[in-house]
């Protein structure tokens, strides 16, 4: 706030926006815009993100941002894409957004060669680096690679999936003319499978698994295509703004008269199947001009042909008949495709009335002769035989009569309807697989080591109306979204584990209930319907309520009236259902649901078909009429299932890819009208947050994207390696590796069975696992050198341990000869040691004489005598001597020789003492009595410190008294509210959980709200969001005080008692009760309502104010601010920076562990008055994880005026005192409360109030508060108010 730093803070268009803080309120912060001065709005403070420092700069690899969150990624995108840069790489991923233009040389020649073999992260991010880096990881893993391409429709993934793949085929073909066949087969497909929608131009109606095929040289050799799930039922009906397939158009447009004429082509407004929907052309000037006045269709000549720089009818259909030429079909089946493709158009034209007879049938109008005779003329079918089959359904009798008789059952008008779209949708069905399975055979190959798989399907759909295509599609993007977050979060955050990295864990949202909800056995919903098609008698509205019946309480799956559109209100329950996909929710009407379901045709009409006269129709149908036995044949209309064929091949897909290795392209598209240049913020944020990118973007902030086995390493310099590298074990040899190479230790790190490379250091692992013979060669000669180099330092270390080891066997033989010497000394010792016993016992009675000889000489009495008794002992002694130096004696001989002098001596001794006695006695007593004299002195002196220190000592005492009686009162409320604690603890809980289940909800609601804003922008109007309801949160506190009365009902004694004694006791309980006191605190801030204040004016108050309550609740807001404030600038600091210390550790610790209690107003009063100081030791957050030695302790002390600090000192040992007042250092100080301190439980930490101002005068801080007092910047307290008084 003080530093005025730019932040990113939430908007409901652009996604985020600049502001800057200018407040801190209860749980949100105040933000001022950048480019709107004098214009605030709040913002939650877990959605406000730091924003860089240059919010114009961009970044290739967002992982290079020093802010990696939504809003930095966000706002790198949306600059690259103002600078015409759609590529954005997070890590190994590559965003690229749909410019709706073509950008000049962005895919020409030129940049496929300046793109080839360059490492990830060397060029600009482009779709060409991430094809290079597929076919690298292929060549040196030796495994094949899957690139799955992904997005929203019109988002640009088939245009990305055509890059890749002309890429792979000019980039590493074979120069032959199956790689030109590769890439032409692309435009052959898309007018048979692609088609217009309100979101897309060019989108595709089916899903396509392209492979190209790779020998073991590694060149392409060939290629594979797999469709899945065409969307038929687009052949008879889309909606006013869309299309119907391609080829319809591009045959009408661009057919020569002659082919015209032959299959009787007209405007696209003359024929059922395209009439409905637009029948506007694409075309561009020249070739408007060259389409054939007859051929267009009235609305295309009032508004003219539709512009898309992609698209082109009438050149796209000469540009497919050169495609298919060059593919290898020739004239006569180009000739048969355009032939059924004309017949299905004029199948559409025929209609059915009421017979009027008494069967109930009905009959072709007349107006539809024609059509059908065209229909059957291009099919080659019978026109009698087609019409009997379209009004009639063939039976077989299984009872009841003659057995096999062939029954005519007359069809309704309806019924006809839906035969007819039925044989359109198979016919065409089956056309779409021989047009795939005739471009395989165009790319045929042998053999294939391995693929390079390109996936396009179509992305995640929601529109106005959603269909079982919509459905399906949808599951679909479900199961690729669960492929991607488990092969980029959860499988590489357990390799991670695996390998010992240490990385921390990402979380992610899991769709697995959204997927079982859909393929789960006997109640998924695909089973469901399989079981509604099996039924006697269908319908769309029992399978509806069968999956409500069957999800009643499933999160996932709800009913149309809670949706957020109004259309979907109208839907009613049994007609359509609601899921909630990974994207958003998506309404479903099930209308046709169970028609669309069966893949299958009546007999009569199978059969018609199969037996076409045309060998191109009749070879579309082989096989597909051998599959059915006679019982099904002669029952209801059998009965093949779509859900579960594209299920089965979903689960095939998935694993395949889950056999090969991975790269991901997420397409976005920048706005809903499909328009260059135009960026819309929170459309493309919510993009990003379903792709999962945000989720990405924490893991690869610490991840590693690349890595290689040790093994594989040594395996690919094996071959060059000379043989005395091959005996080196394989991790040593990539250490080995590394080292030569010079890479720098952080951006590498060694797991247990591999080696892991940081984000944006691929250009290094490529230059590793690059395997050419020449690079392997040199990387092999640096590996040799640096060998030698560590191995001449291995020889100089040997060299210099032989010269230790000399050293160590000299100092061992001097050792050697020093034990010899010592065990021979040993034995000696042990051989004489009586003898030598016995002359040291003797030496010691010949000391103990010669003192005896001095006692003699000092008695004044006996002393002639005394002294010839003396002399003959010592004679004695030494005859004992001499003894025992000239014979060999035994130690029991000594020993007794030795007992009788000792005797003798003994005797001598009490006869000097007895003598001795009466003269030491009076110099005994005297030394006695000097003694004594010394200790009385010692004594007086001891007592005259004892006084002088028993001052402080009781000050201390009193202190220390008074910390233990605050400890106690603590401990006996802690003990009272840890009773009321446990009974309230179920209650609790089950909150938490419901809070928990209504923020999973809320999510939910969000999500599914802005999914619904994405629609009504261009669909419908959105309903308002719905007030809460104020019962529920009613209800919520009644249950919060339940339990407040339960405890005080289980506390009361079995006697009765009266109603003041149950109201008094029920009092006291409430009143002990942390609800209360929460109470009582909120009952009095609502007396000095602060939470609209804003910073300078509670500091203003709290200077100026002289009523004693608001300024207690002045002070306690201002500094609750200051806490939220800082841990939101904890939260939002730089990478690599150090943590803001404004208190020692341990006292931030204890307020995270322990929160603060709450007084009573009257307590808060008393404590305002009270002035108490402390003093703690700390380390500096730099010196915190060095050495014990090398850590520098300093002293912290603090004087809190009241609850909070008002002066504060840090004594650092290498640097001037830090010196901080209330009021002038708000920013730097501890803005904890004394209780949150919890200095006051700390023993020893309170010092004397002497004490601290000694230090602080010592320190110049009376100068220091003088000043802040001059310049008006120190709050009133009580040190300034005696400051103030001494200076008066």
């Not at 795939?436 to 080591?449: G, I």
């Not at 006692?855 to 009495?861: G, Q, S």
Request: charged share 30%.
């Amino acid at each position: 706030m003080e530093d005025g730093k730019a932040v990113w803070a939430p908007h409901p268009l652009d996604g985020f926006q600049l502001g800057s803080i200018i407040d801190i309120g209860i749980d949100t912060l105040t933000i001022e815009p950048l480019n709107q001065k004098n214009k605030t709005f709040l913002a939650p403070v877990n959605q406000v993100f730091s924003a860089e420092e240059d919010s114009k700069k961009d970044v290739e690899d967002n992982c290079g941002l020093m802010y990696l969150n939504e809003a930095t990624l966000l706002n790198n995108i949306r600059v690259r894409y103002s600078k015409d840069k759609i590529y954005t790489y997070v890590a190994n991923i590559l965003i690229a957004i749909n410019p709706y233009f073509d950008i000049p040389k962005l895919y020409s020649s030129d940049s496929i060669q300046k793109y080839k073999g360059k490492s990830l992260g060397t060029l600009p991010p482009h779709v060409f680096a991430i094809a290079d880096k597929t076919y690298r990881d292929m060549k040196v893993h030796k495994l094949s690679q899957s690139i799955i391409v992904s997005g929203e429709s019109g988002a640009g993934k088939t245009e990305n999936t055509k890059f890749v793949l002309r890429y792979l085929t000019e980039s590493y073909g074979t120069s032959q003319d199956i790689d030109e066949r590769i890439v032409e087969a692309n435009p052959l497909l898309e007018a048979f499978g692609n088609a217009k929608t309100v979101r897309n131009n060019n989108s595709s109606r089916f899903g396509k698994f392209v492979e190209i095929h790779f020998n073991e040289k590694n060149a392409v050799v060939g290629g594979f295509v797999s469709h899945y799930l065409l969307e038929k039922s687009r052949i008879c009906m889309q909606s006013k703004e869309e299309r119907n397939y391609h080829i319809f158009y591009r045959l009408c447009a661009g057919a020569p008269e002659e082919i015209g004429q032959k299959f009787h082509l007209i405007s696209p407004d003359n024929f059922r199947y395209l009439n409905r929907g637009c029948t506007r052309y694409f075309a561009n000037k020249e070739s408007d001009k060259q389409i054939l006045q007859n051929r267009k269709s009235p609305e295309c000549l009032k508004e003219g042909s539709m512009k898309d720089p992609l698209l082109d009818d009438h050149g796209d259909f000469n540009r497919m008949c050169v495609a298919m030429k060059k593919i290898g079909l020739g004239d006569v089946e180009k000739f048969d495709l355009f032939r059924v493709v004309a017949g299905v158009l004029h199948l559409g034209n025929v209609d059915f009335e009421e017979a009027g007879s008494t069967s109930g049938g009905c009959v072709l109008k007349n107006k539809s002769s024609q059509s059908l005779d065209y229909c059957a003329e291009l099919l080659g079918l019978d026109s009698d035989d087609l019409r009997v089959s379209l009004t009639t359904r063939v039976m077989l009798t299984t009872a009841g009569g003659a057995k096999g008789t062939v029954i005519k059952v007359p069809l309704k008008v309806e019924q006809a309807n839906n035969a007819r779209d039925a044989l359109a949708k198979a016919v065409y069905s089956h056309l779409f697989d021989h047009v795939v399975k005739r471009v395989n055979q165009c790319f045929p190959f042998d053999t294939s080591s391995f693929f390079i798989g390109v996936l396009d399907i179509a992305g995640f759909e929601y529109f106005e109306h959603n269909s079982f295509e919509q459905f399906c599609i949808n599951y679909c993007n479900e199961k690729l979204q669960q492929f991607f977050n488990e092969r980029i979060l959860k499988e590489e955050q357990e390799l991670y584990q695996k390998e010992g990295l240490g990385v921390s864990e990402v979380h992610y949202v899991d769709n697995q209930d959204c997927i079982d909800l859909i393929e789960a056995k006997l109640v998924g919903i695909l089973d469901i319907l399989d079981e509604e098609n099996r039924l006697p008698q269908t319908s769309d509205q029992h399978f509806t309520s069968a999956v409500h019946q069957k999800h009643k309480d499933h999160f996932r799956l709800t009913i149309p009236r809670k949706s957020k559109l109004t259309v979907h209100r109208n839907i009613r329950d049994d007609e359509g259902f609601i899921i909630r996909h990974f994207a958003g929710a998506v309404c479903y009407e099930t209308s046709k649901f169970v028609e669309k379901n069966n893949d299958a045709l009546h007999m009569s009409l199978e059969s018609l078909v199969s037996e076409s006269k045309d060998p191109f129709v009749r070879k579309l149908f082989e096989g597909t009429n051998n599959m059915k036995d006679t019982k099904q044949k002669a029952g209801k209309l059998g009965f093949i299932s779509v859900g579960n064929k594209f299920k089965t091949q979903l689960n095939l897909l998935l694993e395949k890819l889950r056999s090969t290795g991975s790269s991901f392209i997420r397409c976005i598209k920048p706005n809903l009208k499909m328009t260059s240049h135009q960026f819309e913020g929170a459309q493309i944020l919510s993009q990003l947050q379903c792709s999962g990118m945000v989720s990405v973007l924490d893991l690869m902030q610490g991840g590693f994207p690349s890595r290689a086995p040790f093994h594989e390493l040594y395996n690919m310099y094996k071959n060059y390696m000379p043989a005395k590298l091959t005996r080196l074990d394989p991790r040593l040899f990539c250490k080995a590796l590394f080292k030569a190479l010079g890479l720098n230790e952080n951006d590498y790190k060694f797991g247990l069975t591999k080696v892991f490379f940081r984000p944006g250091k691929f250009a290094e692992f490529d230059q590793i696992m690059k395997s050419d013979p020449e690079h392997l060669a040199v990387l092999v000669k640096r590996v040799n050198h640096w060998l030698i180099c560590s191995r001449w330092k291995k020889v100089q270390w040997c060299s210099l341990s032989v010269i230790k080891l000399k050293n160590k066997m000299s100092y061992r033989a001097l050792a050697c000869i020093k034990m010899q010497k010592t065990v021979r000394m040993w034995l000696c010792k042990r051989k004489h040691k009586p003898r030598i016993d016995g002359v040291v016992k003797g030496k010691s009675l010949k000391q103990r004489v010669n003192r005896m000889i001095e006692v003699v000489k000092a008695l004044k009495e006996g002393k002639a005598e005394m002294n010839k008794q003396v002399q003959d002992l010592d004679s004695s002694i030494d005859a004992f001597m001499n003894k025992i130096k000239r014979t060999i004696m035994t130690r029991v001989e000594i020993d007794k020789e030795y007992a009788g002098l000792v005797r003798r001596s003994e005797q001598l001794l009490g006869g000097l003492q007895k003598k001795k006695q009466e003269e030491e006695e009076a110099e005994r007593l005297r030394a006695i009595q000097q003694e004594m004299e010394r200790e009385e002195r010692r004594r007086e002196e001891e007592e005259r410190h004892r006084k002088q220190e028993e001052e402080d000592r009781r000050l201390k005492s009193e202190m220390e008294m008074k910390r233990k009686q605050e400890e106690v009162e603590r401990k006996k409320q802690e003990e009272e509210e840890r009773r009321l604690q446990a009974e309230l603890e179920l209650q609790i809980t089950a909150e938490r959980e419901e809070d928990a289940h209504k923020q999973t909800l809320l999510e939910q609601e969000r999500r599914d709200r802005e999914l619904a804003m994405r629609i009504a922008r261009s669909e419908s109007d959105l309903i308002a969001d719905e007030a809460p309801v104020d019962a529920g949160i009613k209800s919520v506190e009644v249950k919060r005080v339940q339990p407040v009365a339960a405890a005080a009902k289980s506390a009361r004694p079995e006697s009765k008692m009266t109603m003041e004694e149950m109201a008094k006791e029920m009092s006291d309980y409430l009143a002990r009760s942390p609800q209360v006191q929460a109470t009582k605190a909120a009952a009095g801030i609502k007396k000095h309502d602060l939470s609209k204040w804003k910073y300078a004016e509670l500091r203003d108050a709290i200077n100026t104010s002289c009523d004693i309550e608001l300024l207690a609740a002045c002070r306690e807001e201002f500094h609750r601010r200051l806490k939220v404030y800082h841990a939101w600038k904890s939260k939002n600091k730089k990478r690599n920076c150090e943590a803001e210390q404004r208190a020692p550790k341990s006292i931030t610790d204890y307020a995270e562990q322990n929160p603060p209690q709450l007084h009573s107003r009257q307590q808060e009063i008393t404590q305002n008055r009270t002035q108490r100081y402390f003093r703690i030791p700390f380390i500096r957050p730099a010196d915190q994880y060095k050495e014990p030695q090398n850590k520098k302790k300093g002293w912290w002390y603090a004087h809190f005026d009241g609850p909070w600090i008002a002066r504060q000192m840090e004594l650092h040992p290498d640097k001037a005192p830090i010196l901080l007042v209330a009021g002038k250092d708000d920013m730097e100080m501890c803005e904890l409360s004394l209780d949150e301190t919890g200095l006051t439980r700390k023993r020893g930490a309170e010092i004397l109030p002497r004490q601290f101002e000694e230090v602080w005068e010592r320190c110049g801080g009376v100068t220091y508060l003088r000043n802040a007092i001059e310049n008006k910047q120190a709050r009133p307290t009580y040190a300034t108010a005696m400051l103030q008084n001494l200076l008066q």
